[in-house]
């Protein structure tokens, strides 16, 4: 079996860079790793940036059609949103996301490992809060 540094060498981030921040102790769950609802969090952040500049305006998040949690976050970790549009409607968008956790402190320092996976759906809306059409 390969060692989890190793298996993280072997592929990058997918997609843009969207977001990057610090894991905090206020972010921990009852076992001492970010908790995964703020991981989640992040994502819906980043996922909606890029949304949002796809449909040049005002987005809603739809639905999350799958998250995976490979591996925790500790406190102190940098943690990276990348991220892909996947497919684009008339008013809607998917968007692929990773996250990435860097560390920097300990004898890991320097390495970056996924930690996450998930696919969010987002759809461009009007001032009315009702779905409008994205342009092409």
Not at 35 to 56: H, N, P, R, T, V
Not at 65 to 78: E, H, N
């Amino acid at each position: 079996m390969t060692s989890p540094s190793s298996q993280s060498e072997k592929i990058t981030p997918r997609g843009e860079m969207l977001l990057r921040t610090l894991a905090m102790p206020a972010d921990t769950n009852a076992n001492g790793d970010i908790f995964g609802g703020w991981i989640m969090s992040q994502l819906d952040l980043a996922g909606g940036i890029l949304a949002k500049e796809i449909s040049k305006g005002r987005i809603a998040t739809v639905s999350v059609s799958s998250i995976t949690f490979k591996r925790p976050v500790s406190v102190g970790d940098i943690v990276c949103c990348h991220g892909e549009c996947s497919r684009i409607g008339n008013s809607s968008m998917s968007i692929e996301l990773q996250v990435w956790n860097k560390k920097v402190m300990g004898e890991r320092t320097g390495e970056r490992d996924l930690v996450c996976e998930a696919t969010f759906h987002y759809v461009a809306i009007d001032e009315n809060g009702r779905p409008r059409a994205i342009e092409k």
